[in-house]
Every structure is written in C-alpha cells, then in structure tokens.
C-alpha cells in the first residue's frame, strides 16, 4: 500500500505538518512528488487541494481511519507543484526539513491588502504626545487634540490609525492632518497593493548595434531555443563586453514564444543603473525583488508572476523560487557570487537548483560571468555546459592598464604608508586632470582587529570566537563590535589581560584609508562606501549615484563597491592591498583573490578615456595575482585547477561539510565522534576531523566540522541520509543538530 504525505493549500498553518492519505491503487502512478491533489479534509469531509510531498509505504497512523486521495489533478504544469517538487529536491540533495526546502521555495502566504490604504502614525513618544496635546488644548486647537486624544487611547501606541476612521469617526480634515504632519508629529503612510518598484519611463532607449560576438551568441542560443534544444551556457565576458545586452536580446525572442524569464543578480548589484536598463527595454512586463522589499510587497510580486501579469522577474537568489507557469529561461549574471549560495539550511546553491528547476520545466539557462567560477568553468571543459567567449569591451573601450606595486619593496624604501609610489603619483595625476578614482581595499577575511602590542591579546566576542572589530569616531577609537552577532563594548583603555596601555589597531580599513587620504590629498572630496556608511535604507544607491554624478573625486569601499556600476569618467583603480583575502584558510581563498581583483580592475576605464590600475601586494609572485595583473582568467584557471587536483577539491571531487551545533560543548564534541564513525563506514570517502569549525563558537553554540571528500556525489548524498536517521535515533542528543553543506 502506497501513503502520501499531503500539504493542504499553501498557508501558513498548514505548512507546520503534512497530513498522510492513501493512495488508491488506480492513482498510484501518477502518484509523484510534487502532484496536485484533491483530498477529504477535516470532520465534514471537505473537499480540498494540496500537494504530495512526500510516498512511503509506511502508515503513520491507523489505516482504517486513514483517508483516500480522491483525485490527482492533471492540469498540465501548475507553478506550486514544480515548486514542491523542487523543494524536495534541495531537501534530498542539500540535507534540511522538508519544511525549510518548502520555506525557501514558497513565499508565506499573506493577507492581500487593501488597494490603497493609508494609516496615521504617531512620531513621537508618548510623553511627548501629550504635552503638544496640553499645548493644542490650551490654544483651543480641537480637531487636533481629538487626534491625538485617538492614538493615545489605542492600546499598541505605535499601532496608528487607519486614516479613512479619523476623518469620519473623529471628524478632522485632511488639512489637519497634513498640518501635523508638516510639524513632524504624525506621519502618513500609503500602502498600496502591487506596487511596482519603479517607474521608469522606456521612450528614451537607445539599442545598440550588437558586436560580432554578441551576434554569434545571440543567434546561437535564440536558433538552439527556437528548435526546442535546452541547455546550460556559460558566457565568460570580460567586464563590459556587453553580456547584459547579450540576455536581454535572448530574453526578447524567449518571451515572444510565449515564456517567462528569471534573471538572478547578486543583491548588491542590484542597482537601479541595472534594473533600469530592463524597465527601460521590456516596461511593464517585468517586476524586481529585493531585500529592501516588504514580505507584502514580495507576495504581490510572486502573485503577479502566477497570474501571468508579468514575464520577467529580477532579484536575487530567492527571485529563483519565482511561480512562472511558463518558465523558459534562467539568466544567473555573475554567477561565481558567493551570494548565490544560501548560508541557512537548505543550503543550497541557486545556480545548481537553477539548472535542476530548468531541467524539470523544459527551460534554458545562461550563466555570465567576468570571472567564472571554477564549477562552471570545469564543466563547461568537460562539455556539460557550453561556452562563449567575448573578449572586448562593447563599447570599444580598452582594459586598464595594471601597475603591481611589491609592498615589501616599499617598505625597504623607507615608505610605510598604505599608498606605494605609483599609486601616490597617478592619484595626483588623476585629480589634477578632473577624472575619478576608486580605491578598493579587499576586506575579505580582514577583521580590523584589536590586540596589545605587549602581550598579544586580541579582544574577541564573548559569544562567538571572532575578534571584534574596532569602530571609529571622529577618528578615535572608540567602540568594539561583533560584526557576528551584533555584540558591542567600549574600547578599553588598558589590556584586559596584562593592563599594557599600547593597544589598538593593526592592519588598514576602509575608515584608515578614508582618515589618511584626507590628510595626503587635502584638496580631493572622498566619499566612503562600507557596511558601516551604508545601513539606512537607500544608502548604498545614494552613495554610488552622488560619486557617479561627479559629487566626489575619490571612492573608497570594500567590496560593494566592485560590482553593478558603470563610472565612466574613472580612470584610475587602486587595490591597496591585494592579498589580505589569500591567506583565510578556504580553499576558495586564491579563487576569491583573483575574482575581486580581476572585478575591481574591470571599473577603471569604462569610458572613453583610457584608464590605470594600481595593484598593491606582498606576494606579488602568488599565480592568483599574477594572473589578475595580466588579466588573463585562462591562466588563472589551470593553476587553480591543479591545485584542486592535487587536494581532491571541487570542482575535481565532491566535499560534504557536517557541522554539529550543540550549547553543550562536551555533547558537541561527543556527537562529533560518534558521527565520525558513522562516515567511515564508507570506504570511498576520505574523512577529515572532527576539528572545531572556523567559527568555533557563535551565540554561545559550540560548532564542529568533520569533511568528507569523495569523487562520487551520491555517496555523499547517501552518508548524509544515512546521517539524518542516524541522528533521529541519538535520544540523549536532543540538544545537538546538524547541518550539511556540500561543495560550500
Ligand atoms: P557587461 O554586462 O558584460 O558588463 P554591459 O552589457 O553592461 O556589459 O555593457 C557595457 C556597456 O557597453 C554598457 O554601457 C552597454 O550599453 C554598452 N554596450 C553593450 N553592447 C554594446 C554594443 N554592441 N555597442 C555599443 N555599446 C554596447
Ligand atoms: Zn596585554
Ligand atoms: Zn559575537
């Protein structure tokens, strides 16, 4: 007899359990995870839908009081059960609850909400409310005073008041209203339904006349779709040789068949310069998510997508989930992101679940990258994907130029600060001539730690084993902070362990950077750009428009600051020190080097001028800087690959990471043992550990990591479900979890 776990609908409630039904036997072969199905729910036997999401053969429950599945519905392709099937998927392949995978697969079904509604809320505290309310009273200011009489009577203060009941229950006028606003004691905010995101206006677009590798690709791709042939495309393309215009010509001719489109960006390209650019060619037809939107306004996007009021979604990993009826085409633009790799369970990796959601609904998918990942490229090696190549800028701008400066050469010339000789001139240079400068300093696996000089203490988090990082004030040192968990305490005066008073900070940040470019350049406009300047809501997009407007001479930032924009009045690219990143202990630290170095060249120069970069190092000599320095990904690749070779990493072997969590350090390390040696019964894999992980501690739950590497995925797959019922066994290890992770 065959049982099938059944979700009913997709609410909230319903997804906290799966109910078990049988399965009759005249429906057992259409059957299938993911399946749509019409079931008996509840006392009166209401007729419901829901989705199979998981078989068995096993009753959980008294068959004779088990119900039967009544139908399976055959409706052709239905979004929510691709979905469902997808979610079980990433549960089997990527190790997690069926109900994180259905988490991260479905949006939380919301209430929709009104078309427009608009909502009086108060802007100050409550003491503060009812002195003005003294001051209205006493200047006789009735209207008013009932406002505010009405927030103040509300039990959740800061709940507000539907904006329609205080004109009609409390009878105030809506210039009242306004005119408090104005005075900054209330404010009125508008929710509206579907809101579109942005609003851009599409008649000023200029289309330009696509290259001869453009073309090849675009006709390539766009005849292989027109004769029903899907596949995966890796497109490695120099930074601006014009890919974006690449998959927005294939995305044309994929939507005139009558297809939908997902193109995933890393959220921090996420931009308004790249978002626009699709309003600007496809209008209403396309839709974007992010972070910044509200989980409402997320739904109303998904929603849009379902009922087929839009063709074309954008956003982050997460946009990867999008319900299109009619997928035919996944876009991943720089596909070597870390971000598109989830870091909660599941944890999976969007570009492979990509490749398996197109594989499932009979779509394409295109991955682009400047600086592919060693994955892709391996596969598309071994012609499991193919590959184009373009070479040149689109715009028939030139590479830069790449100037290696051996900071320890500098250092034997006596000159100890962060900026070598080279960089020195060409920044005067640069600002003498009026053009831009980025400076980039690789923050990556860089900690801005504090210790003492005398003793060597570092001052690390109580609660997680990372060195806190030291935050500036007015060019002080002033406060310590977890950039883990959030965890903040005063700079101490003395060494807490040997009261030395010589302690602070060593090695550069961006702030460092910012304090001695100031100093050096006194006559340059410096705009800074790092997690720390760019926490409000816009920030980010604000900085980044008032440098590209020309409101500053100099960028400095992390990072973020590599990705998304087109500056094309930069001429000059410092790397102030290109190799903090090589050196973390990941065997994707050479990988990351090269990327970030090869990305943050890839700004100078994107005009008309031609344009410098100025790579500053202490290993010079590394091949992942060499070859960033020569821009040329080819010889980073094979260098890269042999090492991974020799090492049996991916993408050449598989790796499965088992992290065991536990308050109960003893516990921790006792289950890792234990689990050790449930590895080991499977010869094929070599098994590392256990050994504390990299982040040995955080919010007070010890972590151990124990490695499984081995040629053969599903061997790994194996060991993991082998694992997960081992674990539903462990009764005194209730406080313990794991989580899995393969190829991170
Ligand atoms: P990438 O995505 O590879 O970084 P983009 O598509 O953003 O490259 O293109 C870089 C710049 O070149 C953009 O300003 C774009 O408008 C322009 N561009 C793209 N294709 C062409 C072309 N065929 N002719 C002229 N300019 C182009
Ligand atoms: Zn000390
Ligand atoms: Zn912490």
Redesign the pocket.
Known sequence: MVFADVIVDISVKSLDRPFQYIVPEELVSDAVIGAMVVIPFGNGNRELKGYIIGLSQQPKYDIAKTKKIKEIVKQGVVAESHLLSLAYWIKENYGSTMNDAIKAVLPVKREIKKVVSRTVYPCLMRTEMEMVMQEYAAKHYKAKVRILQAMLDQEDFEKGIDYSVMQKKYKVTASALRGMEEQGIIRIDKTRQYRDPIHIDSRDEQI????EQ?QHIVDTIGKEYQDGERKTYLIH????????????RIIQQVIAQGKQVIVLIPEIALTFQ?VS?FYRRFGKRVSVMHSRLSQGEKFDQFERAKSGEIDIMIGPRSALFTPFERLGLIVI?EEHETSYQSEMPPKYHAREVAVHRASMTGASVIL?S?TPSMESYYRAQMGRYQLFT?TH????AVLPKVWVTDLREEMAKKNRSIFGTKLTELVEDRLKKREQIILFLNRRGYAGSVSCRKCGEVMKCPHCSVSLTAHMHYGRLRELVCHYCGYETMMPEVCPKCGSKYIGTFGIGTQKVEQFVKERFQQASVLRMDADTTTGKEGHERILQSFASGEADILIGTQMIVKGH?FPNVTLVGILAADLSLNVGDYRSAERTYQLLAQAA?RAG?GKKPGDVVLQTYQPDHYSIEAAADQDYQEFYEQELVQRQILHYPPVSNILGVLVLSERMEHAVQLAQKVVQQMKKYDQAVILGPAPASLSKAKDIYRYMIYAKCQDYRVLRQMKNALEHYMDLQEEYRDCRLQFDFNL
Request: proline share 3%.
């Open positions: 330009p006349v696509l290259n453009q393309g120099v930074t601006g040789s014009g890919k974006t215009e690449v998959y927005m790249t650019r633009d682009g400047a373009m800028r689109a715009t028939g087109d890839g994107r």
